[in-house]
């Protein structure tokens, strides 16, 4: 059981090119999402999917796409990376439960600089 | 959405309990008062979680007061290897599924 795993953990990207950060969970967790932290600060929510197929956006999705066509696999993509969007990426996931307060899992994190 | 309120940063004696408080007035009935911990950079790490009884669990206790409105996180015995960020959340629900939001949280440095 490897709980949350993303990659890559670095990355380093020039201004206007593209690139996914993948995020995986192996514990059947219906709930994903992700989320970016800049220096100094808490977490914010970029993306969030309940769902295979179902995604929405959270409180700072500009620049950033996701797709959710496994319950597995989350993945991030940059569509064309501005230095505004170095930061720390951390993905998480948790059961589909709204009843209960479900713990939810995080990644190690992927660091991005854009140059 | 309920927000949370805590102090920017505590000391701690290594060996001493940590008592981290936190502010959570307009908390509604049915959300949850979360606690994570984030150590250098490293994914936040789940703590503890309750909704209006004390709980506790290997890592801490969670005492929340009657009316709700703040809450407490307690290390018993804290070591150095607690010295990290503490986030107090209050679980927000949607319609589509459940997100956290993060403030500030606390720096709680464990000192020797």
């Known amino acids: 059981n490897a709980g949350v795993t993303q990659t890559p953990k670095f990355q380093v990207l020039k201004t206007g090119q593209s690139m996914t950060l993948q995020c995986a969970q192996d514990?059947?967790?219906?709930?994903m999402s992700w989320y970016r932290q800049d220096p100094g600060m808490g977490l914010r929510l970029i993306h969030y999917s309940v769902g295979a197929g179902i995604t929405d956006q959270g409180e700072v999705p500009n620049g950033y796409n996701v797709s959710r066509s496994t319950t597995e696999d989350f993945p991030l993509r940059l569509l064309s990376a501005a230095p505004s969007q170095t930061s720390v990426y951390f993905c998480?996931?948790?059961?589909?439960?709204?009843?209960?307060?479900?713990?939810?899992?995080f990644g190690e994190g992927s660091w991005l600089t854009v140059v | 959405d309920a927000k949370t309120t805590q102090p920017t940063s505590m000391d701690c004696a290594e060996g001493r309990a940590a008592n981290l408080p936190c502010n959570h007035s307009t908390i509604s009935g049915n959300e949850y008062v979360y606690w994570y911990r984030q150590i250098h950079s490293q994914g936040p790490q789940y703590i503890i979680h309750?909704?209006?009884n004390n709980e506790t669990n290997e890592m801490a206790s969670l005492i929340i007061t009657e009316d709700r409105k703040s809450s407490t996180l307690i290390l018993p015995h804290a070591t150095l290897r607690d010295t990290a960020v503490y986030y107090c959340i209050v679980r927000v629900y949607n319609n589509a599924g459940n997100m956290l939001t993060f403030g500030g949280g606390t720096r709680l440095m464990v000192k020797p």
């Open positions: 998480a996931s948790s059961m589909g439960d709204r009843i209960s307060g479900n713990t939810i899992y």
């Open positions: 309750g909704l209006k």
């Open positions: 514990m059947n967790h219906e709930y």
